[in-house]
């Protein structure tokens, strides 16, 4: 049964979305069931499967793609101060500015790789971010970012009397809506925003799939195998990469535009490389070139960031308090370091056991999981030969 | 490490947490129909209604350069949320606050509870943070942050969202001008007041005939500075040869350094904060700028925004420089006096200037909402608004009602030459009253924001 | 003319940071072919190995003073060097020179330390694409600044030169020029002559040591040199070793330039990167010009008329000289083909 599921295209689409839709109930559990969160981990799911197609596809690993997600949310935020609150003509504005974009420095990055490639996408990214943070500060506002503000234009809206700003919608229905229901001692969020997000996700996951799968996404993969075999044989390569580079950026635009519909800002630090390198990360810990891969690292590592760095020792103390009390001290000063503000020192640990010991990132640890069920269960070993679009995992 | 012990002295940090656990339930119970829209819901984001607690956010930078000035600011919040609800080792400055309603007993009846998290100096990350703890937590009040950026994206936020937010550590003049906000506070002084504190000091030590160069962070906090500095000594008559700026990744300032000494400048003003100012000091006094005679005078370097941790990274180069800062443990006042000994005694060294703003800050707020009987933003907004109040360390105060500006005495400290230890670095010469450092509302350094109506969410 | 000179002179000092740091890094990519995130931590590294050594050196023995009290009511603590008490003036000047003390205690540290690094856990990664070499040598980074930043904090810590090299000097008068105009800080003089120093002899150690030799032949064609015999790995693993050494000792140096922190191996990753990319790949000599080129054209995009005329060039010279090169020269300045190109 496992195995037909990985192999039907179908099955994993409604897979996907009834686990992506029923996320408020899912992450409830963990302390993550809360609507920014539940949108973060939406938004850069769709930044890091953007990011895959390049990376996962072609094994063009680029270092800059936080570029575009920066000029997605600038674009998109100035549709908010200009034009009007919903978000349609924002994201529209978010995907074409930064396809233009990813067309240009695309254009000139793919004319090298391997290395090389990844240092000239960081240069341009680079110099985005430290422009946006200083000279170009009447654009982007710089330190701050860029705001909304009572006396913007918005010239399709009706004029605003209310003394306050008014929120992104989407036809009307503001996007920081929620709806909460009580579930065994859970508060269940159901919020307008992240079902746009979620819905947007599962689009930009199909599409994922379907490029994966069509002969478009087979030259990218064999341009990963061997380039230079492919150009003897007289094909030119670099339409299909720059192709594929313009598709990325363009979801990493959506991701920026839809960081700024839940919340309209644009920070410059969006473009630092540091945001960059989490893409990469975020990919390639869940399983480059696997298509739920992305998704689960981004959400993992965002939730190491909103949740691991709330923890404090009263949190601690209340986790521990059905013990003694010097038992619980004791478990408090050892579990201390590596919580709150030493989130950051978890996540390296993780990082490092997660690439030593699963190769192939979260996703072949799922795998193993299945085929350790399954044994179990008595079903037929599973061979290697039969790897299929979630499992694949490229090495070279 | 140090803070270790922070948690270990915590006598009573259990029973909080009983009482917490208590709240929780009744907290549920609250919610009680399937399918509200929140906003809807109560009179105001999230009303702890009947619930014993009450939650306050305090949102620092935990990783990145300011770590350890987050970790003062969390201290101090610490050090607030024991005395207001009575059950730290003493009551620090609840004595000398005047006037003061708080009872020692929380706030309106219901203990403090808080949560923290990480801003990471980046906008981006604060306000993710502070979205959870209003959005997860419920809290009624966000507060803290090391950074004029962080501050104002936050305080957007938390105008949106319907929440107060006590600004900690932010010194642009943009935070309670062109970006002020109708449920966002500061204590914090600015960039203008600092100009203003400084300007007659420097007039006494360095004359009126000075020819000054400028190095600027590029960015927005580095421009209003540069700009509040610039009008004050050239109100002076001092000549501004040169006004540079410089990246803020930058960590080597050896070549805006390096032209300074042939400009013609004979003062070098850096309009720099945390390791940008550490290092461009550190880089400036290699130089040898300071032993050097331009135009017949001796060469000075400013430093207009301190803080003792810089003071730290920057080792003995501080000695003999002046600049401006909003507070300081050597201050002999009755509220000083009472805050350093509660804070020395919790933790063993004298607090920060930033953990003093967000210490004065919770209590200021915790007392607004005493006196308005509610801890719905508009009403403690109001209670804030105009209020004037003592003994709190920076002598009679006032939350001025237009702008959300605290107004009050500034201090203009120098490097000390011979420190007696590790925090008696800086050494106040001068305390610039009140009168001295205010504005009027329309200022032209603050013009161009709007206040906006409070919103309760 | 003389500010064309001085920051001509700056520019220099600043590459030859750039080009000791990106020294131990091109060395790792062209002997062993890995991409390591973790270089700017062995930088990191070898700055907190010199805070270390200054701190115990100046270890403190604590008395109290009950005649008078801080502010907070406790007993004052009087502090005094135990090595002031031990060995009276000579312990002052040990604790005054304990950059150089650092200097000899951090070259055999940071040998094991690489060699540690390189057989625990980089052997492991040869085979594995460079995107899991990024993975784990990041990691490795976060964790080692995130333990130092637990033992010392996130502030910087302030490492004074030794006193005799304090202050700076007036170079425009060596050259006849008039004072005041070339005043340049004595430590970076030092700092300079040290980068040349070590990257002479790394050059001299590969150039005319059979060792080094062997080493070349392997980084041109590793497989050849292996079936003639050679344990090239071994030798490989004692390069690993030279370049943390190199790397630390550089870090070392630096902590008077300015106060080292948590965070300067991460600050620093970035822009040693770029210069051994566009020196080229894999070769040593590239990263060196790559690191002089880069550190003299920042220090002229900073002068006043040049940001005049293109605003905020400063912010970005850096990148926009690595792109402009990396389009003239495909494998930047001086790199070999096949090199990290797929």
Redesign the interface.
Known sequence: MFEKIKNNNTAIMVLFSIMVLAGPLIMAPFGAGYPDLLQRFAIYGIFAVGFNLLFGLTGYLSFGHAAFLGIGSYSAVWMFKLLTMNIVPAIFLAVLLSGLAALVIGYVALRRSGIYFSILTLAFAQMAYNLAYSVLTPITNGETGLQLSLHDARILDPVNTSGSLPSTNFFGAAMNATAKTELFGMTLQFNVGFYVCALILILAFYISLRIFNSPFGLMLRAIRTNQTRLNYTGVNTKPYTLAVFVISGMYAGLAGGLLACTDPLAGAERMQWTASGEVVLMTILGGAGTLIGPVLGSGFIKYFENIFSKINDTVLDGWFSFMPDSMADFFVTIVHPFVGKGWHLTLGILFMLVVIFLPGGLVEGATRIGQWIARKTGAAPESKANSTVISTVHKD | MSDKNIFTSDISRRDVLKTGAKAGVVGASLVSAPFIISSSANAYTNDPGDAATVKLGFNVPQSGPYADEGADELRAFKLAVQHINGTGKDNGMLPTMKPISLKGNGINGKKVEFVTGDTQTKSDAARASAKSMIEKDGVVMVSGGSSSGVAIAVQGLCQEAGVIFMAGLTHSNDTTGKDKKANGFRHFFNAYMSGAALAPVLEKNYGKERNAYHLTADYTWGYTQEASIKKFTEDLGWNTVNAVKTPLAATDFSEYIAPVLNSGADVLVLNHYGGNMINSLTNAVQFGLRDKMINGKKFEIIVPLYSRLMAQGAGANVKGIYGSTNWHWSLQDEGSKAFVKSFGQEYGFPPSQAAHTCYVQTLLYADACQRAGTFNPCGVAEALEGHKFDGMGNGPTEYRAEDHQCFKDVLVVRGKENPSSEFDLLEVVEVTPRAQVEYAVDNEFFAGGELGQCNAG | M??IF??FL??L??GS?YALIALGLTIIFGTLGV?NFAHGALFMIGAFCAVSVQKLLSFEKITLDETKL?????P??VKVHYIEEWFGSSGAVLVDNSVFVSLAVVIPFMMIFGYVMERG?IR?FYK?????Q???T??????LQ??V???Y??????Q?APEAFI??TDIGVWFGMAE??V???I??LVYFFFSMAVIAGVFIFLQFTTFGMVVRAGMTDRETVGLLGIDIDKRFTFMFGLAAAVTGAAGVMYTP???P?Y??G???L?LC??VV??GG?GSLGGAVLAGFLLGIL??FS???WI?EIV??I???II??V??VI??IR???LMGRKGV???
């Not at chain 3, 801080?70 to 406790?74: H, I, P």
């Not at chain 3, 594995?128 to 899991?132: E, G, K, L, M």
């Not at chain 3, 904090?153 to 302030?158: Q, S, T, Y």
């Open positions: 003389d500010a001085l920051q700056n520019g000092d600043k940071a991409v801080t502010a907070w009511g406790t004052t603590e856990l492991h594995r694409t460079h995107a899991d990024i993975l784990v990041f990691g490795l980074a976060i964790v995130e333990i930043k637990a033992f904090g996130a502030n910087p810590i302030p004074p202050g700076s005041n105009l005043v340049y800080p430590w970076r330039v300015l106060s922190n965070h300067m991460m600050d620093y970035v990167f770029v990319v566009v790949m920042q220090s900073a002068m006043n940001k605003p905020g400063d912010q970005v990148y926009l690595a792109v990396l389009l495909p494998r930047g990290m190109e797929e």
